[in-house]
């Protein structure tokens, strides 16, 4: 009998589905201790286009010089570079880095304002980004969508859209507000370990009794 699809069950499923998984990139940091604010924008741009298997030490190999805009405006882009070299994109990501902590010291006396709007005026910071710093770093009640969060809620049939950010406006219309940051902390390991991109694990999935797209996949 298929069960009629209820998001609050559907986050419950998923967060004691996930727990034998490595969190996402941006929430082990935070356990870490990696959490301000600035650490988290900066961790987020250099996991863009990485595996987080790649991104995490990458990023705690970075703070281990500078964890603070003026501590990271003192180090030089190639200095930067050195740390992030791993990461994809490397050479312009230091630089992005190195700008953004000069634009926070001169513009902002070296502490970065919990204002999304800010954050997106840098320099290649869109949306995900921003909204996850902010999510992960402060609770801020913000919905970071990356092609997990994504794929999982169209799958569901919780929206019908045809790329993140329109996935991001529709959630932002319908999804919970208790749910809004935590859904991508639950659906990051989700999407990579059951409801795969290519052969999910429907057989394996607590909610493939109300999902409509279950067993669908060959």
């Not at 219309?173 to 208790?178: E, M, V």
């Not at 639950?186 to 909610?207: N, S, W, Y």
Request: glycine letters at 6%; one cysteine or more.
């Amino acid at each position: 009998m298929t069960e009629a699809f209820d998001i609050d069950v559907a986050m419950q499923r998923v967060r004691e589905a996930v727990q034998p998984f490595r969190p996402a990139a941006m929430f082990e940091l935070a356990e870490a201790g990696v959490d301000s604010l600035f650490e988290q924008l900066v961790a987020c741009i250099i996991s863009i286009r990485t595996y987080d298997e790649v991104s995490v030490p990458v990023a705690k190999q970075l703070f281990e010089r500078a964890r603070t805009p003026a501590e990271m405006q003192a180090l030089t882009p190639a200095e930067t570079l050195a740390c992030i070299r791993q990461s994809t994109f490397a050479d312009r990501k230091a630089d992005q880095i190195h700008r953004i902590a000069a634009q926070i010291q001169t513009d902002y006396g070296g502490d970065l304002p919990p204002d999304p709007k800010i954050l997106m005026g840098f320099s290649g910071v869109g949306p995900k980004c921003a909204h996850l710093a902010l999510g992960v770093a402060l609770g801020y009640p913000c919905i970071s969508v990356d092609i997990h969060v994504h794929r999982v809620t169209n799958r569901w049939g919780y929206v019908n859209t045809k790329s993140p950010e329109k996935t991001m406006q529709a959630l932002e219309a319908k999804l919970p507000k208790q749910h809004w940051v935590e859904i991508n902390r639950l659906l990051v390991p989700f999407g990579k370990h059951i409801c795969r991109g290519t052969a999910p694990r429907c057989g394996d999935c607590p909610l493939a009794a109300m999902c409509p797209s279950a067993g669908t996949f060959r």
